[in-house]
């Protein structure tokens, strides 16, 4: 056959098809996220999420140790509170006695070389399970703001590296911008949760904390599955408020948002591989219909070939111990 141009030429042994990779992945590029609890020697795993655990702040430092060990230095650290800790104004979350706070200092005192992203939300401490403040049935905008700026404020002066707003709230990354500023922290990152949009796969995640909203849901501050376009316009404010990273949560279900915020700004791009990705392969592989490894490889390097620069995600140890 005359076939001049023969693509399977470069496929013909592996040294070839490593020599012509367009796409990388490591474990640099990966951010584990950790659930922390109160208490000690506590190591829960939860039950939608096979191989993750709610640790205390003690068994979280052994757990940093491990990944340590395998390469990697990113965590986000994300907290569970019992129900009699919360209220409307989640007033525990800059608290002084906040057991959040606290392990995040532990964790940069042993481990000063990890990098710590925090969560700025109200939804982990607010006794309504959203992500600002209610007031008959509606989220407060302007209001919520200040909490956040007040619980970004702590987090960074307990060591966090990055905080990270995942609320969606209007003007909350300039909002916090401005308040790590004055009060001297100018070199405490923000990665804005960008397009965090109302998602079905949020689940298990909420099983972690318990922090399910006791009432109506979500859409009147997370984007709708539907938009693109908007996603660029949440990133240009973003970016325009001081965001020193822009996220797309989920992420498989938004290839094309990660593709299209990394052809269009030259800021870092994080994609969070949620909870239920995460479960959803899990529960395959443990059917035996699915190669729970490779399919898990496989997503991440989709994630990572889409353009996001880094990602947050349950598999980050799992690929650390595979690929070590």
């Not at 399977?8 to 609890?37: A, G």
């Not at 007040?150 to 995942?166: C, K, R, T």
């Not at 969070?272 to 496989?298: D, F, R």
Request: glycine share 6%.
């Amino acid at each position: 056959m005359n076939i001049p141009h023969r693509p399977r030429r470069n496929r013909k042994s592996q040294v070839i098809r490593n020599m012509v990779e367009e796409t990388s992945l490591s474990v640099k590029n990966l951010i584990f996220p950790l659930f922390l609890t109160e208490g000690n020697n506590k190591k829960i795993e939860i039950s939608s999420m096979p191989g993750i655990y709610r640790f205390s702040p003690d068994e979280v430092l052994k757990e940093i140790e491990a990944c340590m060990n395998l390469g990697i230095k990113s965590f986000a650290p994300f907290p569970h509170f019992e129900e009699n800790k919360k209220d409307k104004f989640a007033t525990i979350s800059y608290s002084k006695e906040n057991y959040y706070l606290k392990t995040i200092s532990e964790i940069k005192k042993y481990f000063p070389e990890t990098c710590i992203i925090t969560d700025v939300a109200m939804d982990p401490y607010s006794s309504d399970g959203h992500d600002g403040i209610v007031e008959n049935g509606e989220i407060l905008n302007d209001e919520t703001l200040t909490i956040l700026g007040n619980m970004a404020l702590a987090q960074a002066q307990a060591g966090a590296d990055m905080v990270a707003p995942s609320d969606m709230m209007d003007g909350r990354v300039g909002y916090i911008r401005t308040i790590l500023d004055d009060n001297g922290f100018t070199n405490v990152s923000i990665m804005a949760y960008t397009a965090k949009y109302a998602s079905s796969f949020y689940g298990p995640f909420r099983d972690a904390l318990d922090s399910a909203p006791k009432a109506g849901d979500k859409k009147t501050y997370q984007m709708n599955p539907a938009n693109k376009r908007e996603a660029l316009i949440e990133a240009e404010l973003d970016e325009a408020e001081g965001a020193d990273f822009l996220m797309v949560k989920p992420a498989l279900a938004y290839l094309d948002i990660i593709k299209m915020l990394k052809d269009n700004f030259n800021l870092p791009i994080a994609a969070y591989n949620v909870s239920g990705e995460y479960a959803m392969i899990k529960a395959a592989a443990e059917k035996g219909w699915l190669n729970g490894e490779k399919t898990m490889q496989e997503c991440l390097l989709g994630i990572r070939r889409a353009g996001a620069d880094v990602i947050l995600t349950y598999f980050a140890k799992e690929y650390a111990e595979l690929n070590n």
